[in-house]
């Protein structure tokens, strides 16, 4: 019981960080797997991420659907989560969301989005590009089905995000901590190599030994990735829910010197 | 009586938003039909959107002038909303305003602004731009009365937006709060298509297949749409003032984890 | 008495809107001619203009030195005012700032600075780039005396704003509400001249016509002059400070529906 | 003892005004070195700079490591601070982070970072670009041991930057208000760069003899480097923690006509 209330504070955080640093606005949204029942996952209903509690969150089967009765509008996106966690289950958690400035990417798409700063190491070097036309035809771009969802999830393969063209991204990883990371930061990879474009001449990516070494050090509860999540989650009012299965120190944060 | 006190809601509502979201500064304007007299329509005195409340709402007539005695100040470009309600009798509200990222589209001619996003599919595949110099000669680039505002709504034609030359845009859309969601998502889809141009190499456009794809599910009260209009109301203090005349949830949100 | 007192609150309003338009930051300052003695100008001491109140203002003669005894630290560039408000008795009130969006234009100075928006008209067809190398070598680019004040008003001449090379810019207007204006839309107006020439093309400038209309129009207390002058001192906590010598309707704002 | 008790008030208000300018987010981080030890200095445990107060500072040696007993976490890359500390006696204070605007020319490397504007000067003619690769191979492109330290330390020289590849950059300074005042106008000299290229043309650089005659006035308690330690310290809340060795003027502001 503990273990699921603890995952629905971290759902709370992930969707008040998201919308704090910009990665969504009204739209987009941020799900997680249950622990004990590989085949459901939690997603908030139909609400800007913003204003999600834990009354908001829902409980959801693979094919995209309540397991209980839910009279509440949901997401009509909220088959992209099925479909990338029915596809991997090495992933634990998924984000959809339109963070503006991947946009470009998806729609220029002559210019592949790759990571060129340390903190963008985490997308990995292949961010495929899924255009729904390809295989759907002229639809209203959102993936509304579990057919598109699962198209979504094969262009994604094994890698971290896929761009969907002219409209957002989907990313996936091994923990809610780490997708959320990483959501944050592909915009600003996106903003920095749209900036080394603009300036001109040899770009520097990250090699693959580099996104190799990052990844063996990466992990939830390390001093690096928790004090982001512990920053972002003070940052939008959210310190008290702050909680780590791993014992590891936690600081809610009032500023004393004021 | 009641149907009137919920567009006055509305209306302070959706200045409060355009002005939240950086559509609107001290400058820009909203205005709807009256429900019951077509030829009239509301809009605020002279007044930055931003402060706008229900005494500040005077309701007009098509030739641009107040219906009743009004002594207050007024916005010089009324006849904007007056030649659009007029010329379109399909339109129940109107935008103008001056938003940054439009107006490199309106200066720099040879680059179309066409939809590259979904959520940018509203403003349609051709947006017109009209030059006040074209017809009008060496003018203060307002439109300050109905041969100007009349000029501008042949121009718009049955589009939904028209960019102004050197000045800004202005949108028409068949409920107030579809040329809300229109006008906030102009800007981010010219700051999208100009980042993608940058970028270089070809650009995906949405096709006209997609945009009416999204035009026919596209309506004031629909899950989607009521969740961006719900979340921007929250956001900029207005939650109190929701209404919505098909029955459906209304949430106003006050964060309970803080 | 009153008189001045009014000068002293719009001279407080003046430096918080700048502060809170991000024209200044602990930089930048803005000065008012003594209305009785046109040889003597007010401008705050050494401080960021977002915490000048009314006791920060002093009094300045034309060699930019204080015209009674004062201990306190000073501007190090108040020469500029003083040498503007000599060079031009049409001149009431100057603005110099670092506003970062301009000074791309006086570094690559091939591409000049021109209005290409109804609300960057006043900043006039030439715009003048002062370099202060020209005459006076390797300095630390300040303005630190009158003969590099001097050589300043004279690069300015009669037109309205002058950039500084690698600094800055100056501005003059016949009024401090003007000029304050000028100064919030001139970096805009540079923004969008540069989005425009990455869009390409040929780009639509105003016409001298245009800004000699829109001159026509302009005068401080106009409509709509004042709703931007009275929005932007309600926005930056500045309303209970608003007064108008033409005995206009003042509006100061407390949102009432929140 | 009170020499150190402000020390300590500084350095707390030296990270908040780097995350309130937006130079550091979770990462990053300021370190000054000990008055009296100079083979010491304070540095915050691993704590975003946000949220560091008093009781977060700790005191570590030349080896990067705590001179006490130290349970907390570090930040992984303390040792940016040793290597250069150790590397240049007349550097008092140091920063590393990863301000966004900087990292295109980390990237893009044919456009050197060059100083544009009169308040970047002090970043000096030649900011090297060191990158971990070039002796390390593929790392996780953090500094992470002394051996890498030194070798960045190596590639800084006698200069007040260096980009760090596909990371940030590292400043340092004779003194912790100069490093904070550098290290904040360092991106904005950075974003300026970029645009002014885009617009293309030959472009201005500060020349050798202008740094020179800056550097020759710049103290940090001139008039002109308080008011902008003064302004952002009391921006972020810090205006009680000001203090100043001179005896000059502190001004702990609140807004009076509000």
Same mark, same amino acid.
């Given at each position: 019981?503990?273990?699921? #209330?603890?995952?629905?504070? #971290?759902?709370?955080?992930? $969707?008040? /960080?998201?919308?704090?640093?910009?990665?969504?606005?009204?739209?987009? =949204?941020?799900?997680?797997?249950?622990?004990?029942? %590989?085949?459901?996952?939690?997603?908030?209903?139909?609400?800007?991420?913003?204003?999600?509690?834990?009354? @908001?969150?829902?409980?959801? &089967?693979? @094919?995209?659907? %309540?397991?209980? @009765?839910?009279?509440?509008?949901?997401? !009509?996106?909220?088959? /992209?989560?099925?479909?990338?966690?029915?596809?991997? *289950?090495?992933?634990?958690?998924?984000?959809?969301?339109?963070?503006?400035?991947?946009?470009?990417?998806?729609?220029?798409? #002559?210019?592949?989005?790759?990571?060129?700063? =340390?903190?963008?190491?985490?997308?990995?070097?292949?961010?495929?590009?899924?255009?729904?036309?390809? $295989?759907? &035809?002229?639809?209203?771009? !959102?993936?509304?089905?579990?057919?598109?969802?699962?198209?979504?999830?094969?262009?994604?393969?094994?890698?971290?995000?896929?761009?969907?063209?002219? =409209?957002?991204?989907?990313?996936?990883?091994?923990?809610?901590?780490?997708?959320?990371?990483?959501?944050?930061?592909?915009?600003? $990879?996106?903003? /920095?190599?749209?900036?080394?474009?603009? !300036?001109?001449?040899?770009?520097?990516?990250?090699?693959?030994?580099?996104?190799?070494?990052?990844?063996? &050090?990466?992990? *939830?509860?390390? +001093?690096? +990735?928790?004090? +982001?999540?512990?920053?972002?989650?003070?940052?939008?009012?959210? &310190?008290?829910? !702050?909680?780590?299965?791993?014992?590891? *120190?936690?600081?809610? =944060?009032?500023?004393?010197?004021?």
């Amino acid at each position: 019981m503990s273990k699921i #209330d603890n995952i629905m504070k #971290d759902l709370v955080i992930a $969707n008040r /960080i998201l919308a704090n640093e910009d990665v969504v606005d009204a739209y987009g =949204h941020v799900s997680i797997r249950h622990p004990d029942k %590989p085949n459901h996952f939690f997603l908030s209903r139909s609400l800007a991420p913003e204003l999600v509690e834990f009354e @908001d969150i829902v409980e959801f &089967g693979m @094919d995209g659907e %309540p397991v209980r @009765d839910e009279k509440r509008p949901l997401y !009509l996106e909220r088959f /992209i989560h099925a479909g990338i966690l029915e596809a991997r *289950p090495d992933v634990m958690a998924v984000v959809h969301a339109h963070a503006e400035d991947i946009l470009p990417f998806g729609i220029a798409t #002559d210019t592949p989005l790759r990571p060129v700063i =340390h903190s963008g190491s985490f997308i990995g070097a292949n961010v495929p590009v899924w255009d729904i036309s390809e $295989n759907f &035809g002229d639809t209203n771009v !959102l993936v509304s089905n579990m057919a598109q969802a699962r198209d979504l999830a094969k262009k994604l393969g094994g890698n971290n995000v896929a761009l969907m063209s002219a =409209h957002g991204f989907a990313s996936a990883a091994k923990s809610l901590i780490e997708v959320v990371r990483m959501s944050v930061y592909l915009p600003r $990879n996106a903003r /920095i190599l749209q900036n080394a474009k603009t !300036l001109g001449g040899e770009i520097r990516y990250l090699s693959q030994g580099e996104i190799d070494a990052r990844n063996r &050090g990466y992990s *939830p509860y390390s +001093t690096e +990735t928790w004090r +982001t999540w512990e920053f972002w989650a003070n940052k939008c009012g959210c &310190g008290k829910l !702050l909680n780590r299965p791993d014992g590891g *120190p936690i600081y809610v =944060h009032e500023h004393k010197h004021k």
